[in-house]
T-cell receptor, first 113, second 117 residues
Framework: GQQVMQIPQYQHVQEGEDFTTYCNSS?????IQWYKQRPGGHPVFLIQ?????EVKKQKRLTFQFGEAKKNSSLHITATQTTDVGTYFC?????????????FGKGTHLIIQP | GAVVSQHPSRVICKSGTSVKIECRSL??????MFWYRQFPKKSLMLMAT?????????EQGVEKDKFLINHASLTLSTLTVTSAHPEDSSFYIC?????????????FGQGTRLTVV
C-alpha cells in the first residue's frame, strides 16, 4: 500500500541553526501538505504544494515539491524556540476516496537554547 | 480558518466502561470526517472515515464494534470507545475537510486524551 516516509525522526539543533525534514512517497502525489504539531497540541496546517517542482516560502520556512511529485522537503532557516514541535507531511490516500490523507511519521524538532 | 471542535479534551474512565468523543465542524459542513489515533511521539494513524448518513469505513485492524462511529449530521461525528481497556488509552483526534473542496487542508480538532484505568 501507499507509504509516506519522513526523515529524520528526531532532529536536535541549537537555536539559530537551520533544520530540514524530508518526505518521500511510494506513489506520485497530486499534492502534498505539511502540518505542525506543538507538544500537547493538535496538527495545524502549514501549506499545500500542488505543482511539480514548486517552491513556497513562509518567512523562515521553505517548502519544496519534487519534480516527480513523490518527495518534498521543509527547510527552516535560523530556528527559534517557537519552531519546536513535530512536522508532518501528508498526501492524498491513493485509491482512497473521501479526501483521506496519509501522514508521514513526522520529524520531531528539538531546539536547544 | 475553519474550526473543528472536539470534546472532551481529556477523559479518564474505568475499564469496561464506554466513552463518547464528539467532533463538530463549527462553521462549515463536512460530509466526511476522519478519526485518528496517536501514540506518544508517533504519527497519526487513521482509524476510520466517518460518512454523514451512512456507515463509517474502518481501516484494516480497527475493530468496528469497539470503536463505534456515528455521523448523524453534516457538522457532527461521534466516536464511542466501547468496553474500554487500558490499551485503548491514547490521543484521539478528528479532522474534517470542507465539503466540495477535496484538495484543501484538513482541520483538526483539539484531540481527546483518553486514559483507561
Amino acid at each position: 500500500g501507499q507509504q509516506v516516509m519522513q526523515i529524520p525522526q528526531y532532529q536536535h539543533v541549537q537555536e539559530g541553526e537551520d533544520f530540514t525534514t524530508y518526505c518521500n512517497s511510494s506513489t506520485t502525489l497530486s499534492n502534498i501538505q505539511w502540518y505542525k504539531q506543538r507538544p500537547g497540541g493538535h496538527p495545524v496546517f502549514l501549506i499545500q504544494l500542488v505543482k511539480s517542482g514548486e517552491v513556497k516560502k513562509q518567512k523562515r520556512l521553505t517548502f519544496q515539491f519534487g519534480e516527480a511529485k513523490k518527495n518534498s522537503s521543509l527547510h527552516i532557516t535560523a530556528t527559534q524556540t517557537t519552531d519546536v514541535g513535530t512536522y508532518f507531511c501528508a498526501g492524498p490516500r491513493s485509491g482512497g476516496g473521501a479526501d483521506g490523507l496519509t501522514f508521514g511519521k513526522g520529524t520531531h524538532l528539538i531546539i536547544q537554547p | 480558518g475553519a474550526v473543528v471542535s472536539q470534546h472532551p479534551s481529556r477523559v479518564i474512565c474505568k475499564s469496561g466502561t464506554s466513552v463518547k468523543i464528539e467532533c463538530r465542524s463549527l462553521d462549515f459542513q463536512a460530509t466526511t470526517m476522519f478519526w485518528y489515533r496517536q501514540f506518544p511521539k508517533k504519527s497519526l494513524m487513521l482509524m476510520a472515515t466517518s460518512n454523514e448518513g451512512s456507515k463509517a469505513t474502518y481501516e484494516q485492524g480497527v475493530e468496528k464494534d469497539k470503536f463505534l462511529i456515528n455521523h448523524a449530521s453534516l457538522t457532527l461525528s461521534t466516536l464511542t470507545v466501547t468496553s474500554a481497556h487500558p490499551e485503548d488509552s491514547s490521543f484521539y483526534i478528528c479532522s474534517a475537510r470542507i465539503s466540495g473542496h477535496p484538495g484543501g487542508e484538513a482541520f483538526f480538532g483539539q484531540g481527546t486524551r483518553l486514559t483507561v484505568v
